[in-house]
């Protein structure tokens, strides 16, 4: 053993190859090291596994050397302990072997002051047996030159293997720097790597891929400024979500993007653009990657995430510099060189999309001054829906919410705002609020500046934004703009504002809006409401703002919806408080009916508003047997029909208990 290992005979000795003969191009592989002429290694056994990789080289004289192993080594003997009988050459090559997480193959070095001047027939034959490759080293060539060999080999691999990732990068770099947008650096990411990537927006919505000829998924939607070339117009294969369309699933099928789970995304099948291309991978990759698109953007910037469904993985990574602006999905085979490759393509993706950002301010202020001419008083029914078609919502109801911009409720909807008091206190904080939402819904239009819509003085239609309205000066910069540019970039027709201390909206009445809230406002007080026609806009983002006291009371959003006034005080209230109350109104009616039946209909006659032949019909009992009931229930109650206090608190009673019931 010593005599081999210390051998100095390597002259001529030049390390590996790097020609076509020499070692892979990923891996350095058994059958690049014989390869090598320097080496002189034989193969001896087990030559229909050459191609198995090699991690390192090792030693050992051990007779169980298997423990030292960590798997993928070129184990290296001259066989000086091992008894050359069949059933130990077998034990030996089991236990190097590992159960396949060992060595990958045997080398034997042979000498004439050696144990052995050829392969023994036992060894032979166990690593034949066993599926392992043994090899003969001459004593010319050392051990040490082969390990040598080995490392020089991963060594080469991994320097090819950086250099392949600087030449990429230089070409992402260059296709990001050429102005023509997201699409050409998802071209040459997918160049380089072979792997699928497309960008969507925070929702889950196309944006871009690097579809074949830059397929014209994500068309330009309602007229957005992202994406455009210097001259204005879209990038082939992007689309800007920051507005336009019908609905959420407009945006959707504008862009070809089918249905997902847990995403904002209600929508139609992918449509096909004027040239029948709806990128098909893309599609196919979004769908891959399913409800991961939405947990990964509910992390905002702190999280990733991968999947595989079938053969394919599928990993979700977020874009974004201090918010997320969009999400990057990529689909197939990710091994190291593609990793290192990826946080690149994250940060030039980042710098696109903040560019875009940054572009589309002019856009917001322009919505922004649209959705003030929608919500001004004198605004008529012709005017109201020549705005929605101005912003590309062709929506036939509407509905407004409001959110306040402070995390947990700091202000905004008028002086009653805060969590406490009773009654009387939230009462006045409502109509505070109503009467700001009046005096902000009449005229803020009139303060914005910018040409095109808000320059719009009621005359035929509203004209569309122009391409070079200038930016003004001192935007704000700060939380509430982000908070109003996500809001606008996730609504079609992006027909949001800053109201002071809160943000007003108005979509779709086929929009989420509490999926968009809990997705880009979450913590934040938000009053939801009702679906109105478009010319009432400004009533339902009254009511809207009327609705923001009780949010910060409840700790989530507050929709007015009909009949749900009643669920939302009860809500509100304490369970015991509301139990107790319950228990002093009804508690006689138990008292004096232990069988539950005079409670029961006295509900069914409060549910169908006094009425006594619907109640005997839900019932299925004789209308004078309602009325006898419902004569007892009073007398033990000590309420009176005729009196509207006494049914409020009765009907209160009522469904306080029907709450109760599991």
């Given amino acids: 053993m010593d005599a081999h290992r210390d051998m100095s005979g390597d002259g001529g000795f030049s390390g590996v190859s790097t020609g076509a003969s020499g070692v892979g191009a990923d891996v350095v592989r058994i059958a690049d090291l014989v390869a090598l002429r320097e080496l002189r290694l034989a193969v001896v056994a087990g030559a229909a596994h050459l191609g198995r990789p090699v991690e390192a080289a090792h030693v050992s004289e051990l007779l169980t050397p298997g423990q030292w192993l960590q798997g993928g080594e070129l184990l290296m003997t001259i066989g000086l302990l091992l008894p050359m009988t069949d059933e130990a050459c077998a034990a030996y090559v089991r236990d190097a072997a590992a159960g396949g997480s060992g060595a990958c193959g045997l080398v034997l070095g042979l000498g004439r002051d050696l144990p052995y001047q050829s392969a023994p027939e036992p060894l032979v034959g166990a690593a034949e047996a066993a599926g392992m490759p043994l090899l003969t080293v001459p004593d010319e060539v050392p051990f040490i030159a082969v ?20 030449e990429a990068q230089r070409r992402l770099t260059t296709a990001a720097a050429s102005g023509q947008g997201l699409t050409a650096t998802l071209r040459a990411w997918t160049v380089a790597t072979g792997v699928t990537a497309v960008v969507t927006d925070p929702l889950g919505r196309l944006i871009a891929d690097a579809g074949e000829n830059g397929s014209r998924v994500g068309r330009a939607v309602g007229g957005g400024s992202g994406g455009r070339r210097r001259g204005g117009e879209p990038s082939a294969g992007e ?21 997902g789970a847990g995403r904002v995304i209600v929508g139609e099948p992918p449509q096909a653009d004027a040239s029948g291309e709806v990128g098909d991978s893309s599609l196919g990759l979004l769908g891959a990657a399913g409800d991961l698109l939405g947990r990964v953007a509910a992390r905002g910037l702190h999280g990733s995430g991968s999947s595989i469904r079938g053969d394919l993985r599928v990993e979700v990574l ?88 402070a995390v947990g409720g700091g202000g905004g909807g ?56 200038p930016v003004r000066a001192g935007a704000d910069p700060g939380p509430a703009a982000e908070l109003a540019a996500d809001l606008a970039l996730a609504l079609p027709g992006g027909l949001v504002r800053i109201g002071g201390v809160v943000i007003e909206a108005v979509c779709g009445d086929d929009l989420d809006v509490r999926e968009v809230l809990d997705r880009f406002a979450p913590g934040r007080a938000a009053g939801i409401g009702p679906v109105t026609p478009p ?128």
């Avoid at 919806?561 to 669920?567: I, L, N």
């Fill in 147 to 166: 390990t040598k060999a080995v490392f020089d080999a991963r060594a080469a691999v991994q320097r090819r293997a950086l250099e392949r990732a600087f």
């Fill in 239 to 259: 689309g800007s979500v920051s507005g336009g369309g019908s609905g959420v699933a407009s945006a959707a099928t504008e862009t070809g993007v089918s249905p």
């Fill in 318 to 405: 977020p874009l974004g510099a201090e918010r997320l602006r969009g999400l990057l999905v990529l689909g197939g085979h990710i091994g190291a060189e593609e990793r290192l490759l990826a946080s690149g393509l994250v940060s030039l993706l980042t710098l696109e999309l903040e560019r875009r950002h940054l572009a589309d301010e002019p856009m917001r202020r322009r919505r922004a001054a649209l959705l003030g001419r929608l919500l001004a008083a004198e605004t008529t029914r012709e005017q109201a829906r020549d705005v929605l078609a101005a912003a590309g919502l062709a929506a036939e109801r509407v509905r407004g919410f409001v959110v306040e911009t």
């Fill in 414 to 469: 008028g002086s009653g705002g805060g969590s406490g008091g009773g009654g009387e206190r939230a009462e006045s904080g409502v109509g505070a609020a109503a009467r700001t939402a009046r005096s902000g819904a009449r005229g803020t239009a009139a303060s914005e500046p910018g040409g095109g819509a808000a320059s719009w003085s009621g005359g035929g239609p509203v004209p569309g934004p122009t391409a070079d309205a």
């Fill in 535 to 662: 010319e009432a806009a400004a009533s339902s983002v009254r009511q809207a703002r009327a609705l923001l006291p009780l949010s910060r009371a409840s700790g989530r959003p507050v929709e007015a919806e009909h009949g749900g006034s009643s669920a939302l005080l009860l809500d509100l209230a304490d369970r015991d408080t509301l139990t107790a109350f319950a228990d002093t109104v009804l508690g006689p009616l138990d008292a004096a009916d232990p069988s539950g039946e005079l409670a029961t209909t006295l509900e069914a006659w409060l549910e169908a508003g006094g009425s006594w032949d619907e109640t005997a019909r839900r019932l299925g009992v004789h209308r004078h047997t309602v009325r006898n009931r419902i004569d007892k229930a009073m007398a033990a109650t000590g309420r009176h029909l005729d009196a509207g206090g006494d049914r409020f608190d009765l009907w209160m009673a009522v469904r306080i208990r029907r709450q109760e019931r599991p």
